[in-house]
């Protein structure tokens, strides 16, 4: 028996704020972002990061154009304090790049942090310190007001130290930590209490970060506790507001979105989402949610293949298949009408008038994330006649006509059907060929053949043909090439077939490209076959093809 959920659990309440303008705003801007890896992904690690991987991390967030970045906890460890002071001492730190450290509000923690900061030339110093009525009770046994007194006098302390260290830019940032758990006029009162303390100015705000340290609540009542203290807070003007979702309901991604929504400037997350528990907001979605509609997000994803392989090796984490963007499986239809739905988008792309990507079932061009449109179809048995075609078109450039795709379709679905398994475009090809005679077709096979114009509508044609590995010529006549191939064909085989469709193209756009041509058959039976052949010029690959397809009624 599973637990009454409603003499175990209470629900949220909501924030009673009806004058909430939130949800008639739209998101038009990048906010400042802030990448908190370092700290809160860190500290979330079965093995925390070690110096190399730190340096590794760095750098792979400088490149994607982040320009505040949590670089650790120094008075966490030796390896935190060190690997500041050497980003520090070695210059490694861009000049346009704010590094932030986070620290406890307890005066031991603050004093060792300055010291990891010596010779820093932009710091944001961020204290924190929880506030919900749980932790106060529990972890503090403190009041209110002893709260409070706690984070001013880490305030004071903070705000005495940066004077020592005049060559460095300083912005002080506070966090009161399980914002969202708190109540929402008492964190107010808190927060404004550090602010009076620290005394910022429109020129030089700080940044007050209200965190979703747990996230307790649905995305909405977050964005209305992030207005309303927008709203209420006396020194609006003079601070940053900043905002850390994390993920424990699944939802830290619409969360972050609706609070821009409702006010907040800055965002703190991870990429991937890494971080406590189900994670840190993913700095990746939100960024690629915003370009894909239109906003520019000022960090750069492009090469995303590479981002995913540095931050497993960092975090010692995998990142799913299926992860937004970046997952190996996000760009892939296995289904059959996804498949023909994508293919027909990119046949209509060639067409376009306009500029904007548009393709159903692809949210975003793979193409923006550097991956190609080889994978964005793969073939198994649930996809359909688009599935294969695709794999022959991107991968030979073949044009398979409609008749013909459904056939091969049907031949495809046997196979995945028989293995259970996703077939490779080699293995498709190598199906392709083997059924339509392109490979291992010994039954009639052409060796030579010429042409020559009787008459207007009268060819002759001479074939040397190796039957059954059996040299033999032949000649016949009819009103074109092909006509005059069946009557030598069907002399010899004595089979009554005829041929019922026609298609070439090239392969290629010169003029010198080969030439595909696919050919099929009937007999009376109502037996048909494909025959498929590719040659260096259009009679030979039709007069290969048609044997192609005839050698399929021969036993
Ligand atoms: C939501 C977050 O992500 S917060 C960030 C959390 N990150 C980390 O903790 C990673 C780095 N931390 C560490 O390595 C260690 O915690 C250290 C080295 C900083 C400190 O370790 P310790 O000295 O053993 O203290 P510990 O972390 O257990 O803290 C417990 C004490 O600090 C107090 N405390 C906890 N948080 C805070 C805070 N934010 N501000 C002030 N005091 C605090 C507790 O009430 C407790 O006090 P008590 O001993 O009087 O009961
Ligand atoms: C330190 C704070 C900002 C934090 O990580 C949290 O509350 O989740
Ligand atoms: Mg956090």
């Known amino acids: 028996m599973i637990p009454n959920p409603e003499t175990k659990y209470r629900p949220f309440p909501p924030v009673h704020f009806p004058q909430r303008t939130w949800p008639d705003k739209k998101i038009t801007q990048a906010p400042i972002w802030c990448a908190v890896d370092m700290r809160d992904g860190n500290q979330s690690l079965i093995n925390p990061m070690d110096h190399d991987r730190k340096i590794k991390f760095f750098k792979l967030l400088i490149e994607c154009g982040f320009k505040e970045i949590e670089v650790g906890f120094p008075s966490a460890s030796e390896t935190e304090f060190n690997f500041v002071r050497f980003l520090i001492e070695n210059d490694m730190i861009p000049d346009d790049v704010t590094i932030q450290v986070l620290s406890a509000a307890r005066p031991d923690l603050i004093e ?21 009525e749980i ?11 002893e709260i409070i007194e706690l984070a001013t006098s880490a305030t004071q302390i903070v705000k005495d130290l940066c004077t020592k260290y005049p060559e460095t830019k300083w912005t002080f940032e506070y966090s009161p930590e399980n914002f969202s758990l708190t109540e929402i006029d008492y964190a107010i009162r808190i927060c404004e209490a550090v602010t009076n303390v620290w005394n ?29 203290f927008s709203t209420n807070f006396a020194q609006r003007d003079k601070i940053t507001l900043s905002v850390h979702p994390h993920n424990d309901r699944g939802t830290a991604v619409a969360t972050a979105e609706l609070a821009l929504m409702a006010g907040a400037d800055r965002i703190e997350g991870c990429l991937f989402g890494n971080g406590e528990r189900t994670g840190n907001v993913d700095i990746i979605t939100l960024a690629m949610n915003m370009y894909t509609q239109g906003i520019n997000p000022k960090l750069d994803f492009h090469d ?16 799913h298949p299926r992860h937004p963007y970046a997952g190996e499986l996000v760009f892939t239809a296995f289904s059959g009408s996804h498949q023909d739905a994508i293919k027909k988008g990119f046949q209509a792309r060639q067409n376009q008038q306009h500029s904007y990507w548009e393709l159903p079932y692809l949210p975003i061009d793979p193409a923006d994330l550097g991956c190609s449109y080889e994978a964005v179809i793969r073939v198994n048995s649930q996809s359909g006649k688009s599935g294969a075609a695709w794999i022959l078109q991107q991968n030979h450039g073949i044009e398979l006509p409609p008749h013909l795709q459904r056939e091969f379709s049907s031949v495809i679905q046997q196979q995945t059907d028989q293995t259970g398994h996703e077939l490779t475009p080699a293995e498709i090809w190598d199906i392709f060929r083997t059924q339509y005679g392109l490979k291992n077709q010994e039954k009639l096979v ?3 053949f010429n042409v020559e114009q009787n008459a207007p509508n009268s060819t002759k ?15 016949g006549v009819g009103n074109g090439v092909l006509s005059a191939g069946t009557a030598i064909l069907k002399a010899k085989t004595q089979l009554d077939f005829r041929i019922v469709e ?8 010169s003029s010198d490209s080969r030439s595909i041509s696919y050919i099929k058959c009937s007999n009376k039976n109502g037996d048909s076959f494909w025959g498929v052949a590719i040659d260096n010029d259009i009679l030979g690959s039709s007069l290969k093809a048609l044997l192609n397809a005839v050698s399929q009624f021969i036993d």
Not at 502 to 509: A, D, P, Q, V
């Open 135 to 145: 932790f106060r009770r529990i972890v503090f046994n403190k009041s209110e007001d």
């Open 502 to 509: 026609y298609n070439e193209h090239t392969l290629g756009k």
């Open 446 to 448: 052409l060796q030579e």
């Open 112 to 132: 060792r942090t300055f010291e990891a900061l010596k010779g820093a030339k932009n710091v944001v110093f961020h204290i924190y310190n929880a506030t919900a």
């Open 461 to 475: 044609l001479k074939l040397t043909l190796a039957i059954n590995g059996k040299k033999v010529t032949l000649e």
């Open 200 to 228: 910022p100015s429109k020129e030089r705000p700080m940044i007050i970060n209200l965190p979703s340290s747990v996230e307790v609540n649905t995305p909405n009542v977050f964005a209305d506790q992030i207005e309303y």
């Open 304 to 319: 995303i293949k590479r981002i995913v392989e540095i931050v497993k090796e960092c975090n010692e984490l995998p990142v």
